[in-house]
């Protein structure tokens, strides 16, 4: 089951941006698709045993659609080497969302990383976090959208960039995959109309699952073992990192993107060693 949240609208001098609805983050995320049907063995003289539930094998892992012909697999700039990573857990059953494990929005991109792939980076203020609602009452453990407000060398005080990052959710492969290949397959019909807006990744390119922009929102799919998830993230501003606007803009989107995937990656395999 989705969760619903309130699109986060963020202003940037005339530059505005919406992160559109999010999902839901109890059991719903990971909740099966479909129930066991119970069933009846015959032992011998005809006898059967009493009809008990069978649960369901849900796939382990999700394979999303092929990529379109124009995808890339870019080679980050930069490998940004993680401050911490992701101890994701999910529960097969899908009775529960488990999002006590999830990253919370204010600390999946931390000052020491983005600063290596902003070298002028010199403050990382979070706010305007959102815990968002859950079944029965309660709310998400975590904060799942949070707006990081950076100071970033040569930008002006009163109009710096911003990224929002928001956690999606986690939870069993075909629950997420389910939900990815809909959205895909709708951003897909809109890149069509919009020629030149989205950068698709090939399947697999940077270490995630598929992913794609489109220059301002980053959708990501993360997986590991029988976890699957999504975490997206907006760059709101970015308008100084080369000599004009459109240069700063192409900057963002075809090095300091990439990077940022990459990291989020390799915070989802764990330590190499």
């Known amino acids: 089951m989705m969760r619903t949240r ?3 609208a963020v202003a940037c001098g005339c530059l505005a941006l919406t992160v559109a609805p999010a999902y839901a983050a109890s059991g719903d995320p990971t909740s099966p698709a479909t129930t066991s049907g119970d069933s009846l063995s015959s ?5 059967s045993t009493p009809a008990k539930s069978t649960p369901i094998r849900t796939p382990q892992t999700y394979s999303p659609p092929p990529a379109p012909h124009d995808a890339v697999s870019p080679t980050p700039h930069v490998t940004i080497k993680p ?7 999910v529960d097969p059953t899908g009775k529960k969302s488990l999002d006590g494990t999830w990253p919370d929005a204010a ?27 859950t ?8 904060r799942e959208m949070c707006t990081l407000t950076l100071g970033i060398t040569g930008e002006p005080k009163n109009d710096p960039s911003r990224l929002v990052v928001d956690v999606r959710g986690f939870g069993t492969a075909d629950v997420i995959g389910r939900r990815w290949s809909t959205e895909l397959t709708q951003q897909l019909t809109r890149a069509e109309k919009r020629p030149g807006l989205y950068t698709f990744y090939q399947n697999g390119a940077l270490g995630v699952v598929a992913g794609y922009t489109d220059g301002t929102t980053t959708r990501v799919l993360l997986a590991k073992g029988a976890v699957t998830g999504e975490i997206w993230f907006s760059g709101v501003g970015f308008t100084t990192l080369k000599s004009d606007y459109l240069a700063s803009r192409k900057q963002y989107r075809t090095v300091i993107v990439p990077e940022l995937v990459r990291l989020l990656a390799a915070k989802m395999a764990g330590p190499t060693s």
Do not use: W
Request: net charge positive; aromatic share 6%.
């Open 6 to 8: 309130l699109a986060a």
């Open 43 to 47: 032992h011998g003289g005809g006898s």
């Open 83 to 89: 401050s911490g990573y992701f101890h994701v857990k």
């Open 107 to 133: 600390e999946v991109f931390t000052k020491a990383e983005l600063a290596q792939a902003l070298p002028g980076l010199s403050a990382v203020h979070v706010g305007d976090c959102h815990q968002v609602p």
């Open 135 to 142: 079944t029965k009452g309660r709310t998400s453990t975590h």
